[in-house]
Structures are given as C-alpha cells and as structure tokens.
C-alpha cells in the first residue's frame, strides 16, 4: 500500500456507472465506520465537522444525510442515500439523494437517482474499496446523459478520494 490513493486505484467505469478501486492502510471496520458514523461523516461533505450536521440510520430503508458544500464558499445543501444494503464490514449500498436536497430522493421513485454500491475487501496492508456509482435502468439515455452532464463521474471521484485524509488521520490513532 502507498501513500496515495492514486498509486492503488483503478477506475473500471462504464456508460452509466463510474467503479473506483482504491486501497486504503486501515481494516475495513474502519473504512464502512467512515461511511456509517456520524461522528466521521464530515469527510462526505467538505465542510467542518461542526457544520455537516451528518445523521444516520444505518438499516435496509434507513437514511443517512450531511449538508454537502461545493467548494470554498459554493452552494450547500443535503445530500445523503436511502439504504437498501446493509452489510457492515463488507458491503453498503445506497440509492443517493436526500427528499428536498441533491439530488432530490422521492422514496417512491428510488430508481430516478443514482445507486452507490461500495465493497469492503480485507487486502495484507488494510482494505480495498470499490465505489460504484450507477445509473440504472429507469433512466432513459438522454437523462443518463443529463447526470454524466452534470458532472457526477469527476463529482463522485473528488468525493471517494476524500476519504483518504479522513483514514490517514484514523490509521495514525
């Protein structure tokens, strides 16, 4: 394992998902912790801990959500996923949005938003993680290419290789 997470990552995207493989020195227990404690959810969003007001309920149709800011000073706003996999240490998965945020998660209409799948691999220097993120098939062509538009492949790569500072910090304590 190195130091960064570019030197252990693979990107085995798709036309409608975007997988990102990265490696990370801690166990996997600590990797879904930082995806599932609310006390280390303020990697998610790119603001100060005090400000990402992160709450989770972590079970098959719970939510979790933190405010999420687009760079220094840009738009925020609450973004999170509906749980449809729970299975800690080894796999998460999530349809991603949050009712009145970003994107906006209607429940009943799940498959509108983007599903994240993340994997937890034990390796000899700590976990693999695959994050994927995928548009499913309720979205047309055209609204794939709306989402890819947006920006959602450079978005959620920014968003994965955040964690990296987060586990540095948590490998060292």
């Known amino acids: 394992m190195t130091d960064s997470p570019t030197d252990q990552s ?16 801690v166990p996997p ?10 006390d280390q959810l303020a990697w998610f969003s790119g603001l100060p801990a005090a400000q990402s007001d992160p709450h989770v309920d ?11 800011q687009e760079g220094p000073g840009g738009r925020t706003y609450r973004t999170g996923g509906l749980y449809t996999l729970v299975d800690p240490p ?12 970003w994107p906006d998660l209607d429940p009943a209409a799940p498959g ?20 994927t ?10 609204q794939v290419a709306h989402w890819f538009g947006l920006g959602i492949r450079e978005g959620w790569t920014t968003t994965v290789d955040r964690i990296e500072d987060h586990l540095r910090g948590a490998a060292v304590q």
């Not at 080894?90 to 945020?101: I, M, Q, T």
């Open 10 to 25: 693979a990107d085995l995207s798709t036309a409608r998902s975007v997988v990102l493989v990265r490696e990370h020195p």
């Open 29 to 38: 227990e600590r990797v879904v912790a930082a995806w599932t404690d609310p």
């Open 58 to 68: 972590l079970r098959v149709g719970g939510f979790w959500s933190v405010l999420l």
């Open 90 to 101: 080894h796999r998460l998965e999530f349809h991603w949005g949050a009712p009145g945020g």
């Open 112 to 131: 509108t938003v983007p599903t994240v799948r993340l994997r937890f691999s034990a390796v000899p220097a700590g976990t693999r993680m695959t994050a």
């Open 133 to 142: 993120l995928e548009l499913g098939p309720d979205l047309d062509e055209a």
